[in-house]
């Protein structure tokens, strides 16, 4: 059971434009979100994270903002750069654990 | 800082035989290591959670008599695949956690092919 969807695989973008990143939980006791880059045949690195408290965080070009009703957090990269292709993924943990369950991930392409 | 190394980056071995993979947190200590494990095109699945000093905790259906951990040390973990088995090749990223909200930083990984 996937508790943590990153229902698209793959997403294209123009250069200078949005890229959004979307993520679904189904655990509600997740109160703890994280974003991940991951180029290929490298380990994650941290992106940017929120707690359940807020609904948005924003670091530079990358925003998150968080729905707890919709159990949905999304990830905008504004203005997207052809370096931020990579994949992306969202990982969450609860009650401060430092266990993270991870989506599948995203592949972003952003073309020149 | 907060930099974590693996080692091997890949390797390729026969079945049957058995392979260490080590993590290492080059500037910081850590007391809690994982062990992760990804498949093409699937995300990370959590295989353990590694603790300095005490034996390591699997999650489930992770063999811990082929899946050995051992963290002898607060910059060390290492990952030795048993009789290893072509179903057993897999990319393999450890990650360790710093700061006040259990950070995990991750390895770059270590490709394991097993012939």
Known sequence: ?112 | GAVVSQHPSWVICKSGTSVKIECRSLDFQATTMFWYRQFPKQSLMLMATSNEGSKATYEQGVEKDKFLINHASLTLSTLTVTSAHPEDSSFYICSATLGPYNEQFFGPGTRLTVL
């Open chain 1, 1 to 112: 059971d996937q508790q943590v969807k990153q229902n698209s695989p793959s997403l294209s973008v123009q250069e200078g434009r949005i890229s959004i990143l979307n993520c679904d939980y189904t655990n509600s006791m997740f109160d703890y979100f994280l974003w991940y880059k991951k180029y290929p045949a490298e380990g994650p690195t941290f992106l940017i994270s929120i707690s359940s408290i807020k609904d948005k965080n924003e670091d530079g070009r990358f925003t998150v903002f968080l729905n707890k009703s919709a159990k949905h957090l999304s990830l905008h990269i504004v203005p997207s750069q052809p370096g931020d292709s990579a994949v992306y993924f969202c990982a969450a943990s609860w009650g401060g654990s430092e266990k993270l369950v991870f989506g599948k991930g995203t592949k972003l392409t952003v073309n020149p």
